[in-house]
């Protein structure tokens, strides 16, 4: 009776202890073992900020292990309104996100377990601390680019705060802040920083900067929003503008570096601008799980894919993007080989810092934009 | 005493309970209720969620400043009327707006009518054909008349690759290039063919008569027109210009095209950057301002129609105005008609296929023209398939057929139940509640009943499951948005028809079904065409609606136009609009043999 009584009782100890170790187990599954499971379920949907995911990376993923990747690209605007939808209303459609909205990313989705934070383990040990949590699949750079053919060997502005002079008003491209949070993340961190924009304006112009406003990088801001920028929805669209060929007068914009890896094919001539204080943004891509994802071995193994050299090349192949599994190379073509060598001259904002300063800068944008 | 009580309630209970069989006994009162239930699920329970909306913490503010979902607030509100940014979302969106209106509308109105009156009573060139050839331009989906004129007038003030007059020497200013000049004229050439349809039915609907009496009395043509005809014409010029103020209202393509290289912003462009970034309060506001203004046009139209009622003359038939001779000025007037088909019709077409035929655009050379874009043969520059070997085109290709048809065909057929209930019960309250619910979504604007759309069934609701990321959502969204089109052919149809036919089958013992099949469904079968083809035709075309409804492997060919613009393949983009348009044509003209009208009948004043 009693030893009857203690066999259940261990039993039932281990059994619990099963059910305990259970996502414990399934995440330490070998690669094969994944594999096996993500052919099961057969197909994997991504919304993802690059379209290379869907012109790229799924057919090689599919040639590679049968599965088909449904690929959208999305700004990250619709992506936070779509993982929210999904999620809350139980009919979840996509699998695995390519996300550039870090500051909701940190201040909602995670703490409401909207989506999964999955570190492949298999490349885990090459991942730095501070890119697995949450997990940052790519570092791309935002830069400021001019036309090489229109301009020569250099780039026609010095200081950043050329760009709010009249001689270039309407000739700056840029995305609409109401669409690409990018945009707002650079804003904050330039109030983050606004020392060194204050300490360009002296340097460049010779004296002080009157500051209107709480700080140098709003000052900027608004001074930036006065003068009549062009707003895109679309990263496409700014490099063309910048880069076309037989430009008399052809503008300045900000888009994402990878864009010099068009040069060639579409006949456009960017070049980045080494301009003072900031040369742009250094912008993290976020790969998450979405909470209750309809395949979610096929979005491991997707996830895993794009962290090797394989399927991440779309991107590190060529020129604009580093990955953050340091163990794969990047393009000679950058002008750095790694991200952390552009050293202070791009941007990296504060996660917390945008959650909390995003409505005002939208609203200080939007009014003070003509 | 007690037992007379008794039977009294009794006879009463008696008499409901007959009565109530006998209503059940009437199809047209159970379809009537039906149509009530479902059409008051569909189109009030929106409404009510975009009002609501309006004042409530959306769930994404919620989650960023702690409040609790849903509660009260004058936020939103507030924010659009009275913030620090309400002048640039909504005052001189505002101001953009009425003043795009008004232009287009003008333009619009002054060409329909010149139009109207030449084709419908003048001998000038090629008449028979300008009918059709001039009601081309309500066949292209609306982006197709912005891009085409960006293609052409796009000048590099802006930057980026030269448009098509640039590149022949000639730079176009910005105010040609951009703002509200082209979005009026760009509104006004795809508006103007409401206008011809209009006029050209009313000016043939005038008893030929009031003209010869004032013939013989001597009147000469000028004064014929301004004494009379015009006069006659001020029902339909009222109905044309709120018919086309509320389109240009309405429409988000064209401003968003052409309007924000130049930061003129229109509400409808305000109203989309809301719904792009997440503010589903301020989407709910500016939505329930623009529904107010098409409820007050609405009811100025109703005013006008009943005050003018009486000018409204019912002549003998049969005889058909002789085209008065033109002389002198056949020549210029042909000349000018058909210019306006060139400009508003072939042009665009032109613009959009030529721009899909050079490899390098804005490079005339011969060398330069190929069918890359199409075949996917050393396609310049892009790692994608060409139209004809795309499998997005083939799959948004095949959506657009399956929801624009299947919604469509629920909408006729709603539409013809809609008539019938709303014709056989005449002054019951089913009726009016029929006729009224079914044209209010006629009122709201496309982009804000998705929204509304997208709130509520995202989840799953009693017996309807989560709709989000199926088909059904977006075929639902789209009968419930042309119901107005439907159910108005299908009213004026079942108007025509008496009951007289239905009792003679009943005598004869023919079941409901019978009856429907064999009598009504013959008798109305042009209208049901028409009830079934404008809503595919504006399905086809539709864009601002489904744009936020569209889950990968849903896309419509309107939407995968748009994925190929944020890809950078403006070719494709521009071949899937010439694909949209060419569809919609070939249904216009199956519409035109079938029913041996034309689009003005469906349209209707």
Sequence with gaps: ?370 | MVSLNTTNQNSLLIRIKIKISRLLLQPSFIIGLILVIILTYLVIAPIISIFSNSVSLTMMDAMLSGGKDGAFTYKYIDRVFTSSISEKIFWTPLKNSITVSFFATLIALALGLILASLVTSTNIFGRRYLGFLLIIPYMLPSQAMATAWLTMFKNRKISGPPGMLESFGFTPPDWLAYGPLPISICMALSYFPFAFLLFSSALSKIDIQLEEVASTLGAKTKTIWTKIILPLLIPTTMSVLLLTVARTLGTFATPYILGTPAKYTLLSTSLYSSVRSNESGVVAVLAIVLSLIGVMLLLVDIWVVRKWQRFITVGGKGIKRQPSKLGLFRTPTTIFAWLIFLLAALGPFVVLALSTLMREPGNFSFSNFGLAYWTGVNVPGMDQPGMFTSPEVLTALKNSFLIAGSASIICGVLGLLIGYAVVRLPGTLISGFLRQISFLPYLMPGLAFAAAYLSLFAVARGPIPALYGSISLLILVMVVTYLPYASRSGISAMMQVGPEPEEAGMVLGAGFWRRIVSILAPLQKSALVIAIILPFITGMKELSLVVMLVTPGTELLTTQSIRFLDFGYTQLANATILIIGVVVMISVLILNRVTKTNLASGLGG
Excluded at chain 1, 219 to 229: D, Q, S, T, W, Y
Aim: aromatic content about 10%.
């Design chain 1, 1 to 370: 009776m009693t030893r009857k009584k203690i066999i259940s009782l261990i039993t039932s100890f281990f059994f619990g202890l099963t059910l305990l170790l259970q996502p414990v187990v399934s995440f330490a599954m070998t690669l094969d073992e994944l594999i096996a499971a993500a052919q099961k379920e057969g197909e994997v949907n991504t919304y993802w900020h690059s379209s290379r995911m869907g012109k790229k990376v799924a057919a090689a993923f599919e040639a590679k292990y049968g599965i088909k990747v449904n690929a959208t690209k999305m700004k990250d605007s619709e992506m936070t309104e779509r993982i929210v939808r999904e999620v809350t209303s139980g009919n979840v459609i996509v699998d695995l996100v390519g996300y550039d909205d870090g500051p909701f990313l940190d201040t909602v989705l995670t703490p409401k377990g909207m989506v999964e934070n999955y570190v492949p383990p298999y490349v885990a040990k090459d991942i730095p601390a501070d890119s697995s949590k949450p997990l940052i699949y790519l570092w791309q750079p935002f830069v400021i680019g001019y036309n090489s053919e229109t301009y020569g060997n250099s780039c026609p502005i010095k200081s950043l705060w050329q760009l709010t002079e009249k001689d270039w008003a309407g000739r700056f491209h840029m995305w609409d802040p109401r669409i690409a949070s990018s945009m707002i993340q650079m804003f904050s961190a330039m109030e983050d920083r606004s020392d060194e924009l204050a300490a360009s304006y002296k340097k460049h112009y010779g004296k002080d900067l009157k500051v209107t406003e709480a700080n140098a990088g709003l000052e900027f801001v608004k001074r930036l929003a006065k003068n009549n920028p062009v707003l895109y929805n679309e990263d496409y669209e700014i490099a063309v503008a910048v880069g076309t060929k037989g430009q008399s007068k052809a503008p300045i914009g900000i888009y994402s570096l990878g864009r010099h890896r068009e040069n060639a094919k579409k006949n456009l001539a960017l070049a980045l601008c080494e301009v003072d204080p900031f040369k742009g943004l250094n912008q993290p891509t976020y790969m998450q799980i979405v909470k209750g994802s309809p395949h979610p071995n096929a979005a491991r193994l997707l996830a895993y894919y794009v962290l090797t050299q394989e399927g991440a090349n779309p991107w590190v192949g060529v020129v604009g993007a580093y990955s953050s599994n340091s163990s794969l190379g990047s393009s000679p073509d950058n002008p750095y080989p790694t991200a952390e060598s552009w050293k202070g001259t791009l941007l990296v904002s504060n996660n917390t810092n945008v959650a909390n300063r995003r409505a005002d800068l939208m609203d200080f944008w939007i009014k003070h934009s003509n």
